[in-house]
């Protein structure tokens, strides 16, 4: 069993998993939020970390995780905790310079917009420093020492000293953080399967690498890779017991936190291919605009060799510089890809002619704005800027490169690659080393590029899985454009799912609706309620939380007191130092002497008057702060010191200590959040569309994506939806419990039509959302059933959200379940408009064949 399958057994006892510590997230940068992984990484870590019974010493573990997961941020929020252990010298290594520099950037420079710390780090009240030095001698104890190198300067600097480099010395007396970065390249020689004395004498990386990290008991290496060869044995068995985390790209891409990769090949010659990828990048800058969103998307130009690299952007800024409309024409009738028609078309609507868009090619894609990776003149300049192309201010829209991005790079703004060469390097259907290095890079591509249309969405997903029609698709995707050679296809699509980057069989549906139903007055003119998200109001906080001011905090003055131990006799001699304890009150000590209390305040941040503010509205001052005892004011000190009556210097150190214990307190409360009992209403047209697509992978039996009309279904589920005119769509796709739900739902359609005049079941697929009324919580039924019965003055409506739940999900989902029932009670309907109509929303038991249908049938008996 592997480490992270031990730890993670732990999460069914809260008290053996441990949660994730205040301060890593406090003092990351505010603009990078935590993904649920990534926070399950840190609590997997740290519960080994402080668990005896999972600890090795010194502690390796590797952090298994997809390209473009965040695992340099992992590596940032791990030196804060370990900072916080007592850890202050980190050294890391990686094999390649590009990522030395590109780190140093996300470690060292505040003003990069990469960069992963927040502005000041804050530890227990301290303002903690990050420092870059060339070795551990004399390093700062208070202060994070990094020394960054590659593998072969590491190795090197170890066995032939030179000044100021780092030496076997560094590391006998201090414990040390080893980070190794695309850890992968590290494991050269547990690959071979070495002897001890094999490796001695060749001194390999590895052999190094191992040296210093055994120097020390209490040192600790953390590696990081994507690509861990797991199917080598002696991989799988070196590293059972060091995977911390395993978060592979398949899983990184289900959890829909990469583009959709595809593929455009063509017929036509390359550098029509080229203006073709770039026309399509232009395109995606203009649906961009369309939103709002300052994004500027990037095409890379992928060579063989430098010098075909170099030819071909030459060759490239001739034809951009004499770009005409006649060649953008007749491109325009090489094509009859429905992608590059929709193209074409949003072109058309929009009068954007084609001498805008030469105009537009020419100056995006002049020689100012394109770059070569293969001038090692000027590497680390040239690393720099394709490292922040989403920068504001970077201007590249075109990058042109051999292989110098394969590892390392990290991008988000990349929607297009093409390939300059034609051959192929793969046998007997199975892709070669060239092309499963193109499936890597299409991998560091395929980073999803964040963003929002609207608040309610979340932004580092992919939103339109469900509605692959939408204007804003064409930017949830990256392009591999490349010549027809089903061939190399298929071998690039192996390689592709071989990493994860691409699913198997993915399957696109239409949910359509009825014609009968879109002449229906609820399709029409019908409105559909859903609510909001909201930031909860703290207007009923007025004090510090009960369990921070009820502590009594012992303060230790040191005392001078010694021991003398006798080492062979295991005898012990005390000094005698008579110790006191004072018992007294911040508001005491604020009686004393103000300023002094104040002083101590004023060393931390979260102090600050209008920081405060935030947490607690009704605070009127900093004095009131001091001394009211619904804030600081009868909060005990215990102060032990060699002194029966402390001094003010006691006093102020006194207070210090413990302000520090108290700012951590109030800086872990988080801003929550809230969903609006007022539910708003929209259009029906307006929520749901016609003739929705959706992508389903591998439709298999009665699960989603297979038709509930198919032959293969099973007979108790099977049901030809078009005949039922209670179904809005021609078909359901959705998972066997859904594909249960709406088989049991049409035995109650008789006697609901009898006592309703209109009654419609709608699938939502994922286009209404509503939040729980306690978090916040984002949830989106699977099915609204439409109730109407009419009246004199118009008619009654009812809304009712109904969840198909299966059995292993029942206890994670229960805040579902709980935001339903309370709907009939919470939920109000507001319209924009007055009406005579009357609204009601409701939400019923989750509809569960095994363990709930009891409550489900009641449920529906009322109706």
Not at 95 to 101: A, C, Q, T
Not at 266 to 272: F, G, K, R
Request: aromatic share 12%; hydrophobic share 35%.
């Amino acid at each position: 069993m592997y480490l992270f399958e031990q730890i993670e057994q732990g999460k069914n006892f809260p008290d053996a998993y441990v949660p994730l510590p205040a301060l890593i997230e406090k003092n990351i940068n505010p603009e990078f939020v935590l993904r649920p992984y990534q926070i399950d990484a840190f609590r997997n870590f740290v519960t080994y970390f402080e668990n005896e019974s999972f600890r090795r010493y010194p502690s390796q573990t590797l952090f298994h995780m997809a390209t473009g997961s965040g695992k340099t941020m992992m590596m940032a929020g791990l030196i804060i905790y370990l900072y916080k252990k007592g850890y202050r010298n980190f050294l890391f290594f990686v094999h390649l310079d590009n990522i030395v520099i590109k780190t140093k950037e996300n470690f060292l420079n505040p003003t990069s917009a990469k960069y992963l710390f927040k502005e000041e780090i804050n530890i227990d009240g301290e303002i903690i420093k990050i420092k870059e030095v060339e070795n551990f001698q004399g390093s700062d104890k208070e202060s994070i020492n990094i020394c960054f190198t590659t593998i072969q300067g590491l190795h090197s600097d170890m066995w032939n000293a030179k000044e100021n480099s780092l030496t076997f010395e560094d590391f006998r007396d201090e414990k040390i953080v080893l980070i190794s970065d695309e850890a992968h390249h590290l494991n050269v020689d547990t690959k071979k399967q070495k002897t001890k004395e094999q490796d001695e004498n060749e001194r390999s990386w590895e052999y190094t690498a191992n040296i210093i990290f055994g120097a020390n008991r209490d040192n600790v290496m953390l590696e990081f890779t994507a690509t861990c060869d797991l199917d080598n044995p002696v991989i799988r068995k070196e590293y059972e017991n060091k995977i911390i985390f395993n978060y592979p790209l398949s899983k990184f891409r289900m959890d829909l936190y990469s583009k959709e990769v595809k593929t455009m090949r063509s017929d036509i010659p390359l550098m029509q291919r080229a203006i073709q990828a770039v026309l399509l990048n232009q395109y995606r800058l203009k649906v961009f605009q369309d939103h709002g969103l300052d994004i500027k998307p990037v095409v890379l130009f992928k060579a063989l060799t430098k010098e075909q690299s170099k030819t071909f952007m030459n060759a490239f800024l001739e034809v951009i510089s004499n770009l005409t409309i006649r060649y953008l024409q007749d491109l325009r009738g090489t094509t009859d890809n429905p992608t590059l028609l929709k193209m074409y078309n949003y072109f058309e609507e929009n009068n954007i002619t084609y001498e805008v868009l030469v105009q537009e090619l020419k100056e995006e894609f002049s020689n100012e704005r394109c770059i070569s990776m293969n001038d090692s003149n000027e590497a680390e300049n040239v690393q720099l800027i394709v490292n922040s192309l989403e920068d504001k201010n970077n201007p590249y829209r075109a990058i042109f490169q051999v292989k110098k991005l394969d590892e390392g790079w990290d991008v988000l703004n990349l929607f297009d690659i093409v390939r300059l060469y034609e051959t192929r390097d793969g046998k007997n259907g199975k892709p070669g080393k060239a092309t499963v290095a193109e499936a890597q890079l299409i991998g560091r591509g395929a980073r999803y590029c964040p963003f929002l249309v609207d608040k309610t969405q979340e932004k580092y997903k992919r939103k339109y899985d469900n509605d692959l029609d939408n204007p804003m698709r064409i930017c949830e995707e990256l392009y591999y454009h490349c010549q027809n050679d089903s061939k190399f296809i298929s071998e690039l699509t192996i390689a592709l799912k071989e990493l994860g980057i691409m699913a198997n069989n993915i399957v696109e549906r239409q949910y359509t609706f009825k014609e009968d139903f879109k002449n229906n007055d609820l399709y029409k003119n019908g409105l559909v309620f859903y609510n909001n998200k909201i930031e909860k109001s703290r207007n009923d906080v007025f004090a510090i939380p009960q369990h921070i001011r009820d502590k009594e905090y012992s303060v230790f003055i040191y005392t001078g007191k010694t021991t003398i131990d006798t080492l062979f006799e295991d005898s012990h001699v005390e000094g005698e130092v008579k110790t006191y304890t004072k018992r007294i009150s911040i508001s005491e000590i604020a009686k004393l002497n103000y300023s002094l209390v104040n002083k101590a305040l004023r060393k931390y941040e979260v102090f600050k008057f209008n920081t405060l503010k935030n947490y607690f509205p009704h605070l009127n001052s900093t004095h009131e702060f001091i001394h009211s005892t619904k804030y600081l004011g009868d909060i005990k000190l215990a102060i032990q010191s060699k002194v029966q009556e402390p001094d003010m210097i006691i006093y102020y150190n006194s207070c210090v200590q413990t302000f520090a214990k108290i700012a951590e307190s109030i800086s872990s409360i988080e801003i929550t959040y809230e969903g609006t009992k007022i539910f708003e209403s929209k259009k029906f047209y307006e929520v749901f569309k016609d003739n929705q697509k959706v992508n389903y992978t591998d439709p298999q039996g009665n699960g989603a994506g297979v038709p509930q009309s198919a032959s293969e279904i099973s007979a108790p589920l099977r049901l030809d939806l078009s005949k039922e005119d209670w179904y809005v769509f021609n078909d359901n796709y959705g998972t066997s419990e859904e594909k249960a739900f709406v088989a049991h739902f049409k035995t109650y359609i008789d006697s609901l039509q009898e006592k309703y005049d209109k009654v419609f079941l709608v699938r939502n697929e994922r286009k209404l959302k509503i939040f729980s009324f306690l978090d916040g919580n984002r949830f989106e039924p699977d099915y609204l059933l439409f109730l109407q019965r009419n009246t004199s003055d118009g008619y009654d409506q009812m809304q009712i959200f109904i969840e198909p739940k299966g059995s292993h999900l029942l206890t994670d989902d229960n805040w579902k379940q709980e935001l339903l029932l309370s709907l009939e009670k919470d939920a109000i309907p507001v319209t924009k408009f007055t009406d005579d109509n009357n609204y009601k929303i409701w939400g019923f038991h989750f509809f569960n064949q095994e363990q709930r249908i009891k409550e489900f049938t009641e449920d529906m008996n009322r109706l």
